[in-house]
């Protein structure tokens, strides 16, 4: 096994966009562990003094803000061996945070409430990575549990450059509070070497995420990037150490949830080896849906399942 560390600097960074056209910043030997440093958020996101800031941050903000919005991704990662068909096994071994602060953002035609404030409204969130807590502004201190809003492969080739706005097949912007350090994310792979990026620090959000921000912040991952060639996925989906996740992202959460629903029926199938009635019975009496997010245009649905329930004892 190799190891490598990836820096956040204006050479690995891209803003904004996901693009099957664009170059990695490093190749890796399939199972290879690699750090990844990321930053998050454009100069109207900066805290005052006191504080500290990533200097590649503001190397970023310097170099230019893209005319689009969008997240800052650090990326991407090449891994040998990996073709369109494949499948791309991310394990999540460790998150931490890179800064002492995290900020949070609500304003007018944003969020899961878009009329409802008219108002822009931008918080500094103090971050203590010792004690494991943020400080909100009326004094209530909120547990970490930090994670990647943002992890993707390449999309289809022919989809050119899109937004990391919208979670789609690729992964992206899935904002899953469950993709915690210890979790495993699975995305089809599109194009040759696969392509991760990430981004999108978040150190503590809620399921839904619903002013349209977390406590954005920058997060330094270390991940086991693995190809499998024997697995069929033609969607995202996860695990954790207790439970099996399903996903589904589109415009319309009924969509979500027929998306999220039907591919945990075939993962209960398949391996607990009973009918797709049966699966479907077990799903309505055992399975938790949960909203992932409201915010990102195309909303987001996960469906999880207790692994004691259905893998062979």
């Excluded at 004690?131 to 909120?142: D, K, Q």
């Excluded at 399903?246 to 998306?259: F, I, K, P, S």
């Excluded at 909203?291 to 004892?313: F, P, Y």
């Amino acid at each position: 096994m190799t190891y490598q560390a990836l820096s956040a600097s204006l050479e690995t960074c891209h803003w904004g966009f996901f693009d099957a056209t664009l170059a990695p910043v490093v190749t890796i030997a399939s199972g290879s562990e690699i750090t990844i440093d990321t930053i998050s958020g454009g100069p109207q996101n900066l805290p005052g003094e006191g504080f500290h800031i990533p200097p590649e941050l503001l190397d970023l903000h310097a170099a230019g803000v893209p005319a689009m919005p969008g997240h800052i991704l650090t990326g991407p990662v090449a891994v040998e061996g990996a073709l369109p068909g494949d499948v791309l096994q991310v394990d999540i071994l460790d998150v931490s945070l890179r800064q002492d602060w995290g900020f949070n953002y609500l304003g007018p035609l944003k969020g899961t409430l878009p009329d409802d404030f008219p108002n822009h409204h931008h918080t500094i969130i103090p971050l203590d990575a010792k004690r494991g807590v943020a400080t909100l502004p009326w004094g209530l201190e909120l547990d970490l549990a930090p994670f990647f809003g943002v992890m993707g492969v390449a999309p289809p080739p022919t989809w050119g450059r899109i937004s990391t706005i919208e979670p789609r097949v690729h992964g992206g912007n899935i904002d899953n509070k469950e993709l915690v350090a210890g979790t495993t994310l699975y995305l089809p792979v599109f194009a040759e070497g696969a392509l991760f990026s990430c981004g999108d620090g978040h150190g503590a959000q809620g399921d839904g995420e619903v002013c349209v921000t977390a406590i954005e912040t920058a997060l330094q991952g270390k991940f086991r990037l693995t190809v499998l060639k024997n697995k069929e996925l033609t969607y995202p989906q996860a695990e954790t150490k207790t439970h099996y996740i399903t996903m589904g992202m589109a415009a319309d959460l009924e969509r979500c949830v027929e998306r999220a629903l039907r591919d945990m029926i075939d993962l209960v199938s398949e391996r607990a080896g009973i009918s797709r009635e049966e699966a479907y019975m077990l799903c309505s009496l055992a399975g938790d849906l949960r909203i992932t997010q409201t915010v990102n245009r195309e909303k987001g649905v996960h469906m999880m399942m207790a692994k004691n329930l259905i893998d062979a004892r």
